[in-house]
């Protein structure tokens, strides 16, 4: 069973940055670099939505409008994860983030997904709040 594992959330005043990271474990071990990465997150009371995605390449890069200028998705191919930087955090980031893998062939290494139902795989979410 594939998992992935985020971390790096926690609590932050306004203005300030965390960096989430994502890696892959569990019994069957994937290699990101042959996926897409997206990140999503989940406010309380509202339906999950779209971050960040980066494509298997790493040369594509697309972006919510709510973040764009302020969160940056990067691979680590060395480390086998993927990050989401996250720079002037405002309260309304506040939301339970998740990583998730798609699985894209040579021919498909150069997109980015943006839809929950195009994954194929998701962490359990680690929680950012940010306090005004």
């Known amino acids: 069973q594939v998992q992935l594992v985020e971390s790096g959330g926690g609590l932050v005043q306004a203005g300030g940055s965390l960096r989430l990271s994502c890696a892959a474990s569990?019994?069957?071990?994937?290699?990101?670099?042959?996926?897409?990465m997206g990140w999503f997150r989940q406010a309380p009371g509202k339906e999950r939505e779209f971050v960040a995605a980066v494509s298997r390449s790493g040369g594509i890069t697309d972006y919510a409008d709510s973040v764009k200028g302020r969160f940056t998705i990067s691979r680590d191919n060395a480390r086998n994860t993927v990050n989401l930087e996250m720079n002037s955090l405002k309260p309304e980031d506040t939301a339970d983030y998740y990583c998730?893998?798609?699985?894209?062939?040579?021919?498909?290494?150069?997109?980015?997904?943006?839809?929950?139902?195009?994954?194929?795989?998701w962490g359990q979410g680690t929680q950012v709040t940010v306090s005004s």
């Open positions: 998730a893998a798609k699985a894209a062939s040579f021919s498909t290494s150069d997109y980015v997904w943006k839809r929950e139902r195009e994954y194929d795989y």
């Open positions: 569990g019994r069957t071990f994937i290699t990101l670099s042959n996926y897409a």
